[in-house]
């Protein structure tokens, strides 16, 4: 399946909106997601795991098991440095997955990984991520249940052009991706 990142939360203070895809399919083993984007700017400042990624040009997948209260966070920045964790909220019983366990996500990017600063003009960038459904559904393997709670995202904090957009609508009062309540539902297959 192949889903729009369109949303615009907060139109007043972020109107910006690259134009974004992510095609999602999955095998008993693995979840793939590949991410298009195509936007003014382009920065990768990060270029090591676990640093602060949402900076840069930045994709970015949350996911829950249905009835679990801890949700978790993929961000991926162009380069492909990423952030991961397991965690009941931003800042709540935050558990970052390890080097072993980020080793075992294969990453794919158009850029290399070395890091750059902010460049003007209108590029187009590819993220493709290979993610262990172990990772995800931790208590329920070797078989795995068909829906996952989610959202995927573009943002860059940190960019001339800040944005902040999701797939499924976040109605808060500031930027917040960090919301599972309005996580949509994707069916795997």
Known sequence: MILNIDKVNWPESFPE???TTVEVSNNH???????HVRGEQLRAVTAEDQGPVW??????FFCQVPGDNHYMNFETNCIGAMVASRRLGRAEDVQRLTPEQMATIRRRCTYPREAFE???GMYEWDVEL???LGLIFRDQAPVFPQKLRANFYKCADKTKNIHFVSWQPIHTPNPDF??????GEI???
């Open 17 to 19: 909106k690259p134009k």
């Open 29 to 35: 083993e693995l979840l793939f997601l590949h991410f």
């Open 55 to 60: 900076e840069d040009s930045c994709v970015e």
């Open 118 to 120: 902010e460049k003007d």
């Open 130 to 132: 290979e993610i262990p």
């Open 178 to 183: 960090h919301r599972p309540e309005y996580f």
């Open 187 to 189: 069916i795997l297959q």
